[in-house]
């Protein structure tokens, strides 16, 4: 139904009786002005003129005496189910406004690349937790680019991201960690064997890369180019699970944090020299304020960052 749909009449009924939709409801639950005005936490009179006004407005009473109660008429009793109904909407909205506007019981939507997700991610929702367990938390998953977007939009509170936005007024980050990347090389490579690797010695390899838009492919273009060489793609990937198995199968070689668990099966680690590393931090949009329960994780987690 539109707006065209109802009746001038209809509209300015419901303008008028909304208002006096809770009060009816109580009273009809209650059958007792007093006990209604006492949980309503108004002068019963209040409650009296109400109920008069309401059945002044309508023509006909809504309520009527028995013995020292109340009870609704049948018009009354039409009101107050519809009351009921629609009411009930009303108040599971106003108690998922008061959750969301909780930071114990509100939710954080985080938004987070995908070589965050399996020991990073887990560990600062679990150090949060443990000071508000009743938190919850939506959790988004993508390339850099699109978790960015996702925040300036605002579809997500905060978002994990490496290399960290520079130059973006509408963005504010702080560092969180620090990690080192590795050369992946399948383990019958020429070079497995070596301590560490210059890059500019992987100048005439095939390369396997995660997808542009990623924040790994932004730090692999810088890195090459500081190194002198344009690198030659042989596969883009979007998950780095998939690059890994790609370079285990002698396809190519690859610039990757270390593994979690240590090298996969038929791939080598080696640590460039000088050392690569990248920087995770934590970002915000400077436009908008955070929710209660994102205010809280932000601030948790940049109490608990390593140095």
């Known amino acids: 139904m539109n707006d065209s749909d109802v009746s001038p009449d209809v509209s300015q009924l419901v303008a008028h009786l909304s208002p006096t939709l809770v009060l009816l409801r109580v009273v009809a639950e209650e059958g007792h002005l007093t006990r209604a005005a006492d949980r309503l936490g108004v002068p019963q009179p209040t409650v009296s003129r109400t109920l008069a006004r309401l059945s002044e407005q309508l023509g006909t009473p809504v309520t009527f005496r028995q013995g020292r109660g109340v009870r609704l008429t049948r018009t009354g009793r039409l009101l107050a189910d519809a009351a009921d109904e629609s009411l009930r909407g009303l108040e599971a909205g106003c108690r998922g406004v008061l959750e969301e506007t909780d930071p114990q019981r509100g939710q954080v939507v985080l938004g987070f690349q995908h070589t965050m997700g399996s020991i990073l991610v887990p560990g ?183 140095p």
């Not at 996702?150 to 130059?167: F, K, N, Y």
């Not at 010695?201 to 790994?216: H, K, N």
């Not at 890994?244 to 990757?256: E, N």
């Open 124 to 306: 600062l929702i679990s150090d949060f937790r443990e000071r508000h367990p009743r938190a919850r938390f939506g959790l988004v998953q993508g390339a850099r680019t699109d978790m960015l977007t996702r925040l300036h939009e605002g579809s997500v509170d905060l978002c994990l991201s490496s290399p960290l936005p520079t130059g973006a007024e509408h963005f504010d980050s702080v560092a969180l960690h620090r990690q080192q990347l590795m050369v992946v090389l399948y383990t019958d490579h020429r070079l497995a064997g070596r301590d560490t690797l210059r890059l500019g010695e992987l100048a005439d390899e095939d390369f396997i890369a995660t997808r542009p838009g990623y924040g790994l492919r932004q730090i692999f273009t810088e890195l090459t180019g500081g190194a002198g060489f344009e690198p030659r793609l042989a596969f883009e990937g979007e998950e780095v699970d998939t690059v890994r198995g790609l370079v285990a199968a002698g396809l190519g070689v690859a610039l990757l944090p270390p593994a979690d668990t240590g090298p996969v099966p038929g791939t080598a680690e080696i640590p460039l020299h000088p050392a690569a590393h990248r920087t995770i931090g934590l970002v915000w949009s400077s436009l908008r304020p955070l929710p209660p329960a994102a205010r809280a994780f932000k601030d948790v987690t940049l109490n608990d960052r390593i």
